[in-house]
Nanobody, 124 residues
Framework: QVQLVESGGGLVQAGDSLRLSCAAS????????MGWFRQAPGQEREFVAH????????YYADSVKGRFTLSRDNAKNAVYLQMNSLKPDDTAVYYC?????????????????WGQGTQVTVSS
């Protein structure tokens, strides 16, 4: 089992950057694929990015590709989402999640563990 805590959210202006962190506690963090999802008010939760435990490959939603970078530090039991060139459409609660699989990681159902979320607000 793994517990996840996100941090790093805040209020920024369009064009600014933020780095979200997700700290994991529990065993065998390196054997979990990690993902980030976000949910804006009145909208469904949507996939943002994931990183495989097996080979460290990353995958991004088209809406964030080229602007967001996901990385992990297994020694620190953490993943980081560097968000650059932020847009008002990026405003949402961002959730970190952990999965034991390496397939279908764009789907929230593949994740068994979730953090409580961190708010990101981008003003125009």
């Amino acid at each position: 089992q793994v517990q996840l805590v996100e941090s790093g959210g805040g209020l920024v202006q369009a064009g600014d950057s933020l780095r979200l962190s997700c700290a994991a506690s529990g065993r065998a963090f390196s054997s979990y694929s990690m993902g980030w999802f976000r949910q804006a008010p009145g909208q469904e939760r949507e996939f943002v990015a994931h990183i495989s435990w097996r080979d460290g490959r990353t995958y991004y939603a088209d809406s964030v590709k080229g602007r967001f970078t996901l990385s992990r530090d297994n020694a620190k039991n953490a993943v980081y989402l560097q968000m650059n060139s932020l847009k008002p459409d990026d405003t949402a609660v961002y959730y970190c999640a952990a999965s034991r699989t390496t397939f279908g990681l764009e789907l929230s159902d593949e994740y068994g563990y979730w953090g409580q979320g961190t708010q990101v607000t981008v003003s125009s």
